[in-house]
């Protein structure tokens, strides 16, 4: 969704709204609601942190209105961004090999799903606010954060460090058998 057409839909909605109050004499609180949406895009942009719109391409590491699986020795960048998307990371296929690997995972009205493989040292700090993250062990969080650290887990050694943050969405991590 490029500016204009935004912009456009936005300035035809407050033309019908401003045409339904006149002509059938009904209360719509037009200012309100164009605060409201001015409100929620400033907030989706500080959030995801890039520009005020969507681009035509998102970069590799950003799932916007989409659906995307990332394989664990696939993934080179350190931060990912879900927003309104699912998103699948598959670490199963990383060794000690791979490692050190750190990555951020940040969800915004969106769904990620992180596959885990036990035979790799994993340390997972989970950040949510009015969403929900599950960890392997078994701990949530819905507001506040919660960790997690796997069996042989040893910070002097590689690992795999995860970092997740949530904001009206979902985070599920879980050991694939």
Do not use: C
Not at 64 to 76: Q, S
Not at 122 to 129: A, L, Q, T, Y
């Amino acid at each position: 969704m490029g500016p204009g057409l935004f912009w456009g839909i936005l300035f035809l909605l407050i033309g019908i709204s401003l045409l339904i109050k006149v002509v059938f004499r009904l209360d719509v609180p037009v200012v309100r609601i164009v605060t409201g949406l001015v409100l929620i895009l400033l907030g989706v942009r500080m959030l995801v942190g890039g520009p005020w719109f969507f681009r035509e391409e998102p970069e590799e590491n950003e799932v916007i209105f989409a659906e995307k699986t990332y394989r664990g020795k696939e993934v080179k960048n350190q931060e990912y961004s879900v927003v309104f998307g699912k998103a699948t990371f598959d670490f199963t296929d990383l060794d000690s090999l791979s490692l050190p690997k750190h990555v951020k995972i940040s969800t915004v009205f969106g769904s990620t799903t992180i596959f885990l493989s036990r035979e790799v040292p994993v340390k997972i700090k989970g950040e949510s606010v009015f969403a929900g993250v599950r960890l392997p062990g078994g701990s949530t969080a819905v507001f506040g954060s919660t960790s997690y650290e796997s069996e042989g887990f040893d910070p002097a050694r590689p690992y795999l460090g995860i970092q997740s943050e949530v904001v009206f969405g979902r985070v599920n991590m879980v050991y694939r058998e």
